[in-house]
């Protein structure tokens, strides 16, 4: 070639070059192609043609051009790096690593191609080994931003949220305007459940790129987990208006109307979501888990069967799907799938060296068991009617549980012996959490459930007319362990009956009203039920009950006994501190002759010592009372009052009334 014709290229890839910083892309590829004309193999001109077909968005162009550069000069870092770019826009994560890996060694002081190199182990999900890359970048380059943000995003993605956090935090300290940075230390904050700093985060996020989708979505995320619902429910329709193909505003939004208790909006918008994006499991798994609690357990089945379909199922769609099977009745379903459950998830990571069943033989005769207790106090003693029909396998059982409720535990001959839950257990031949005994003791069981007869045309009209939900009726179940029995001291027994008959004459009703936790209370992933019954609806219910009223209310507000005993016309007397201790909560609970009050552990302990309740159920109920009926296979003689979808409780309390009336005789 020419000096003449080599000088010319040169001059126009210069012409190029100064277009292409000035953004001026049809003038630079212009330029960088004369320039070719006059020296086809000029490395420059290919490599910077390369460029603006990155910048155009055309990776396949890039990588053609980039090829060809590196071909003629396979020692240029620059190229190698572009190239590697061309590649990630190819989605050849391998050859982009191998590319950028080339180019570190060329030129091992240039932080961005650590980064690059990091940056691809990261997209191939070798977590660890990007973060050993990003932890050598920092080390060569401690006030280079870039390089702890990134580390802090491979910590985060192992799950260590505490260290990641400290991570953005020193990288938002050396480039505090680089809104990624808050974004994802809003991330980190959130998985820690410190919500309130999350939210500051991702405001700080958006103040520095306010149409950031994604930091939105997350920060309505956080406002649910805050119960700001409404404020949630705001930024979503936000997002989706300004940004219609961020897919999870639609099913935050979802959740944000399931807090505020609209759930025909919320299946509009988790249906919307999968119209728009019909590959998320997610989206059905929400649409699943809203049609089931307002009873269209057809669809609500077909839901959690596409998001099978669709891809992955996460532990949540598991843990959802099997209390929707259990409240049907389909038992040994709901069972096979409840280990998805977050307890369970969370106890399998924690102790060093534990190892949960997941079989268990038939015979166990000569086998140390251990039986962890999870969940709440009511909850182990829910789950602790399966522990006989382990024990009649011939096993030694060891237990461990909340140290509230050993010492009633203790006398039970089904235990070897009863420990404090401590998150530490002994050697033992198998470990079982308590609530995988009803799958691990039938894992091939088949529910024996049968549709009922069908509801006539007037029953079917009257439902109708009182739920904007299709009725659920109850099928026929198949047979279960009875409620575990305990037995209270007799001394104690006989302090909680002289203690009655002083208060008046029988027969004693006992009575609460709230269970849980109130939702402006509540923070967090995981929405906890709570029930509570307006008081002036209660004591309309019990207003000339006969008998001796006894609060059983645990942590009753200020004031709010006497205020019942005042809508109800007769005292209510208040042995509320009984909750304190569960050896005289079993006893009053085998004392009293009706007991009317919301699930709550008291239920679980009046089934125990073999009396029937009346259980004040809002909607939707918890799975253990199932979607429909006046009863639960699980709670034997248990009468069930449910109030409407509404939110009306005339219905059901209208019923007890009745009821009371024919059991304790209304004066």
């Known amino acids: 070639m020419s000096s ?70 396979p020692r240029h870092p620059a190229y190698q790096a572009n190239l590697a770019y061309a590649y990630v826009g190819l989605e050849r994560l391998p050859d982009a690593l191998a590319a950028f890996e080339r180019a570190v060694r060329l030129n091992p002081s240039d932080p961005e191609l650590l980064l690059g190199a990091g ?19 920092v080390e060569r380059h401690p006030a280079y931003a870039l390089g702890w943000l990134n580390l802090a995003n491979a910590v985060k993605d192992q799950e260590r949220f505490e260290e990641a956090r400290d991570l953005y935090v020193r990288a938002i300290e050396l480039a505090p305007q680089v809104p990624e940075a808050y974004g994802n230390l809003g991330i980190a904050l959130h998985q820690l459940d410190r919500f309130e700093e999350a939210e500051r985060a991702y405001r700080t996020c958006l103040q520095l790129k306010t149409d950031y989708s994604p930091a939105a979505v997350n920060l309505a995320i956080t406002l649910n987990s805050l119960r700001r619902h409404d404020e949630a429910a705001a930024l979503c329709r936000a997002v989706i208006a300004r940004d ?116 268990l033989p038939g015979d166990l005769r000569g086998l140390e068991i251990h039986l962890l207790g999870e969940q709440g106090i009511g909850d182990e003693i829910f789950f602790l009617r399966y522990a006989p029909p382990l024990k009649s396998r011939g096993g030694r059982i060891r237990y461990y549980g909340n140290p509230r409720i050993l010492s009633v535990l203790a006398r039970h001959p089904v235990f070897e012996q009863v420990l404090a839950n401590a998150g530490s257990y002994g050697k033992a031949d198998h470990s079982v959490v308590i609530g995988d005994l009803p799958h691990l003791l039938n894992p091939l069981e088949k529910s024996a459930y049968r549709p009922p007869a069908a509801l006539n045309a007037d029953e079917a009209a009257k439902l109708a007319a009182n739920t904007p939900f299709p009725p659920v009726q109850q099928v026929h179940f198949p047979l279960l362990p009875p409620p575990f029995e305990l037995q209270p001291l007799p001394d104690r ?4 009956t002289a203690r009655l008959e002083r208060l008046g004459p029988p027969p004693y009703v006992g009575l609460s009203w709230r269970a849980g936790t109130n939702p402006q209370e509540q923070r967090g992933r995981v929405w906890l039920l709570f029930k509570d019954i307006p008081q002036e609806e209660l004591a309309a219910a019990l207003r000339g009950v006969k008998g001796t009223l006894i609060s059983l209310q645990r942590q009753p507000r200020g004031g709010e006994t006497d205020r019942l005993a005042e809508l109800v016309g007769s005292p209510v007397h208040d042995l509320s501190t009984a909750n304190e201790d569960l050896e005289d909560m079993l006893a009053l609970l085998a004392a009293i002759d009706e007991y009317v009050g919301v699930s709550n552990t008291n239920m679980h302990l009046r089934a125990s010592v073999g009396r029937a309740a009346r259980v004040l159920m809002p909607w939707p109920a918890d799975w253990r009372w199932m979607v429909s009926g006046e009863t639960s296979p699980w709670f034997p003689g248990f009468r069930i009052y449910r109030q409407k979808p509404g939110g009306s409780w005339a219905d059901a309390l209208g019923r007890l009334r009745d009821d009371l009336a024919t059991s304790c005789s209304i004066r």
Request: hydrophobic share 45%; glycine share 8%; aromatic share 6%.
């Open 4 to 73: 003449r014709k080599a000088n010319r290229a040169d001059a126009l890839v210069e012409s190029g070059f100064r277009h292409l910083q000035q953004g001026q892309l049809e003038q630079a590829r212009h330029c960088f192609e004369q320039s070719l004309t006059f020296a086809p193999r000029h490395a420059d001109a290919l490599h910077l043609l390369g460029i603006v077909a990155l910048q155009e968005g055309n990776p396949v162009a890039a990588a053609e051009l980039l090829q060809r550069a590196t071909a003629i000069d």
């Open 244 to 359: 219609p193909v961020q897919k999870n505003a639609w099913p935050v939004l979802g959740k944000a109307h399931v807090g505020l208790g609209q759930w025909g909006e919320a299946l509009r918008c988790y249906e919307r979501s999968i119209r728009e994006f019909p590959e998320n499991p997610e989206a059905f798994g929400d649409l699943g888990d809203t049609l089931a609690r307002v009873g269209r357990m057809k669809e609500a089945f077909a839901a959690f069967d596409r998001a099978a379909d669709v891809g992955h199922v996460s532990d949540h769609i598991h843990l959802i799907k099997a209390m929707a099977l259990f409240s049907v009745g389909r038992i040994a379903e709901g069972a096979a799938e409840y280990a998805g459950r977050y307890e369970r998830l969370a106890l399998a990571t924690k102790p060093p060296g534990l190892s949960l069943a997941t079989l």
């Open 493 to 496: 027994v006989t302090a909680m």
């Open 119 to 137: 940056n691809c182990r990261a997209m191939l999900g070798e977590t660890a080994q990007a973060e050993a890359v990003f932890r050598g970048l």
